[in-house]
């Protein structure tokens, strides 16, 4: 399957989803390929579900495997819906999978090609940053609290901060979430957002006055142009979790019976 902007990968049975403007190591994965049973099916990769540790354990081991990462170089997001972003090395490989969390934390960054920046979704983006120039990437868990907050804005500064990266060789992913026909929120809370980004296009009209439905991915979009990537630097993943039900988990759509997907992305080449 290959789509625009996108492609959709499957190894020893394992899928993920990569983005053809990111030209490093990265992807989003899919429900396919683990040994979950339902309603996980098949590949959840979050500890806190309600199943045994080993077998989301062993679904990471499918991935890593399939993908050429070394599960020991892992570091996952401690995502508490904020924006706050750490810069991590090798020091933190582990932390959130075999070892203690990290500090909270939804975004990082780094410029080691040794380790693999990790976060977890249910319908909320993924954000994935890379610097080809100043050799560096960040990643994000990105529902509307982390975008309203501008997250994605925070890992461009933090990579221009640490790693002298210039927002202007940026390339953005923004993965697979849920979309603007799909997410409904109150209206009062989508008023805040075309407040804050000062665009009503970010919302559409909902049957009942009380709500509207909001576009998570254009908001993800709006602050990076407005932290100095280019607009043709900004890649979609264009699907939808929420009605993708094959492919991907969705909170909205399985509440408590939804896994979790993982964003993950690197510096070393996979091959
Ligand atoms: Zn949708």
Known sequence: MTFSDYTVSV?????????????????YTTRLGGV?????????????????TETVAKNYELLCDAYNLDINSLILVNYK???NVLAVDKSSCGRGISLEPLPECDGLVTNDPSVVLTTLHADCACLFVYNEVA???????????????RIGARLVEKMAAQYNSKPCNVKVAISP???ENCYEVDRDLANEFVKEFRTKDLILPHKNED?????????????????????QSI????????????????????????????????????T
């Open 177 to 179: 979430c849920i979309c």
């Open 81 to 83: 819906h904020g924006s």
């Open 135 to 149: 050799q560096c990437i960040g990643i994000a868990h990105a529902g509307w609290r982390g975008i309203f907050s």
């Open 11 to 27: 190894k020893n049975g394992v899928g993920i989803v990569c983005s053809k403007g990111i030209s490093c190591t990265h992807g």
């Open 36 to 52: 979950s049973e339902k309603p996980f099916d098949t590949l959840n990769l979050g500890w806190n579900r309600a199943e045994p």
């Open 235 to 270: 890649n979609h993943i264009s699907c939808c979790t929420y009605e993708n039900k094959t492919l991907f988990y969705s909170y909205r759509r399985d509440g408590n019976n939804a896994g979790a997907k993982a964003g993950f992305i690197t510096l070393r080449s996979s």
């Open 211 to 231: 709500k509207a439905y909001l576009n998570l991915r254009l908001a993800g979009e709006l602050q990076f142009l407005e932290c100095g990537v280019q607009k």
